[in-house]
């Protein structure tokens, strides 16, 4: 939710979760073609998060399950990059400093791409 009002107070206007992308992105913006995830460090294993751990409890079930959601999100952003979509991930752990994460998104959303 966060984000949302981030992205709308930014002047930027979207759809949210279209389940006819891959991966059912979070917010759509159709006329630039690009779409923005918001990952769960610990769901899809943010790279290098003190978030992004492995449970002591029943390990091996987390790994497959948590392993598998990182497969399934490489599938889905090589699709959309096939399709013609760019995409960009904002990571639970980016969403409690919005300074930064208002340049990322800025600079995202305002690259013109080709």
């Known amino acids: 939710m966060e984000l949302n009002k981030l992205v709308h107070g930014m002047g930027f206007r979207y759809r ?4 006819d992308l891959p991966g059912s992105p979070d917010l759509v ?10 990952h769960g460090c610990f769901w899809h294993r ?29 599938l889905a952003l090589a699709a ?13 752990c980016e969403v409690c400093d919005l ?5 990322k998104l800025r600079s995202f959303l305002e690259a013109d791409h080709c």
């Open 16 to 19: 949210l979760h279209r389940k």
């Open 29 to 38: 913006f159709p006329r630039m073609k690009k779409v923005t995830f918001v």
């Open 46 to 74: 943010h790279p290098g998060c003190r978030f992004a751990y492995t449970p002591k409890s029943n390990a091996q079930f987390w790994l497959n399950k948590l392993e598998g959601n990182t497969r399934r999100d490489a």
């Open 80 to 92: 959309l990059v096939a399709l013609g979509w760019q995409f960009l991930i904002v990571w639970e």
């Open 99 to 103: 300074p930064q994460l208002t340049r």
